[in-house]
């Protein structure tokens, strides 16, 4: 264990099925990771040996005690088209949307990688929550080669190309620049 705890938010898109990677690298950059999946990104966890990181679903009771501490840094990899509208709009309503808004609000470093299809990312609502998501500090790597804000979109039928392509080094570097 260290002293710092990394949210790693996944939803479902191809690139969910390198969680295991993410849950690697957090530990091998010095953070404790804790896995908090879309519903849409189970299926995707599945078959992954995520070591012994927490997986965070659903939203706890009254009588639970909190689940995780505070984090210092989340990681949203891959973040679809859905989660980063609604993420943008401030909706909370489900675990890992109140995780990303909440992140928001107390300021906490965030790194997202978004993933959409070119005929999503052309709808108007998807330049438009980038924009939001910049504007509120949030750093957007893009998929592909890690660029800080410069997000192509997939082109169809290469997800899996896209995402076995993808290096989590260029969400620690986003993390720790000064490392």
Request: hydrophobic share 45%; with cysteine; glycine share 8%.
């Amino acid at each position: 264990m260290t002293n710092r705890t990394l949210y790693i938010v996944v939803c479902g898109a191809p690139l969910a099925s390198r969680t295991a990677d993410g849950v690697k690298a957090a530990r091998a950059n010095g953070w404790d990771p804790y896995v908090i999946p879309t519903e849409a990104a189970m299926p995707w966890l599945a078959d992954q040996d995520l070591g012994n990181a927490p997986v965070i679903t659903g939203n706890r009771t009254p009588d639970q005690p909190k689940r995780t501490p505070p984090a210092d840094a989340v990681a949203v990899v891959p973040i679809t088209f859905n989660t980063l509208n609604a993420w943008a709009n401030g909706n909370a309503n489900t675990y890992p949307l109140t995780t990303l808004c909440a992140a928001l609000g107390s300021h906490t470093p965030t790194v997202a990688v978004p993933f959409a299809k070119h005929d999503l990312a052309g709808h108007p609502a998807w330049l438009a929550s980038l924009a939001v998501l910049r504007y509120a500090g949030v750093i957007l790597a893009d998929p592909h080669d890690g660029a800080e804000n410069t997000v192509a979109p997939i082109t169809s039928g290469t997800g899996e190309t896209v995402a076995n392509g993808f290096r989590w080094e260029w969400v620690f570097h986003h993390l720790n620049p000064a490392e």
